[in-house]
């Protein structure tokens, strides 16, 4: 099977601006989980999508959203981008306890 | 304030050597913790514990959970330079099912 899939894997942005990242999830995996990764406050659980709902929600701003589709594929957004924003964003794909990361794509915000 | 403290923060030993990481929590609700490593890029699941006691295996690596006195454990045995990585530990709370990471112990194995 093929592992999971982020895109795109780097991305440079302003202050301001909006982005979308995608995950693609193993195929069969239903849960997808975002997380943000930093040098200061580390690995930060943001959301879970479960069959097309948000199923748990980290405490991070309403400017991080997500959806799922029915193809369980996810995508993160976050609007009004701050320097902060700048991390690596993983996303995980589970089936029962054991959890799959992608890659990550790093977003610079600048 | 919930939060979850691994220990120590960095680690080097050689080759062969057997260490123990540390990872202990402070959490309302309870559900689980999880041990991942994360070596240059996204991490990797190891191992999951809901019940205390309960040791959990796979190959050289042990983990086991402590629920009275809030801690986990990660044992390496046999350590190879392959097990240089960040080990993170992570708990899951059943009130909103958060995850919560520890900081993450560095461990550095020298040939």
């Given at each position: 099977k093929a592992g999971v899939t982020q895109t795109p894997r780097y991305l440079i942005k302003t202050r301001g601006q909006q982005v979308t990242l995608s995950c693609s999830p193993i195929s069969g995996h239903r849960s997808v989980s975002w997380y943000q990764q930093t040098p200061g406050q580390g690995l930060q659980f943001l959301f879970e999508y479960f069959s097309e709902t948000q199923r748990n929600k980290g405490?991070?701003?309403?400017?991080f959203s997500g959806r799922q589709f029915s193809n369980s594929r996810s995508e993160m957004n976050v609007s009004t981008?701050?320097?902060?924003?700048?991390a690596l964003y993983l996303c995980a794909s589970s089936q029962d306890s054991a959890q799959y990361f992608g890659p990550g794509t790093r977003l610079t915000v600048l | 304030e919930d939060k979850v403290v691994q220990s120590p923060l960095s680690l080097v030993v050689h080759e062969g050597d057997t260490v123990t990481l540390n990872c202990s929590y402070e959490v309302t609700n309870f559900r689980s913790l999880l041990w991942y490593k994360q070596e240059k890029k996204a991490p990797t699941f190891l191992f999951m514990l809901t019940s205390s006691g309960i040791e959990k295996k796979s190959g050289r690596l042990s983990s086991i959970l402590d629920k009275k006195e809030l801690f986990s454990i990660l044992n390496i045995t046999a350590?190879?330079?392959?097990?240089s990585a960040v080990y993170l530990c992570a708990v899951i709370q059943y009130n909103n099912n958060d995850m919560r990471f520890g900081a993450g112990t560095r461990l550095t194995v020298k040939p």
């Open positions: 405490n991070f701003p309403g400017r981008l701050e320097l902060g924003d700048s | 350590t190879q330079t392959g097990d």
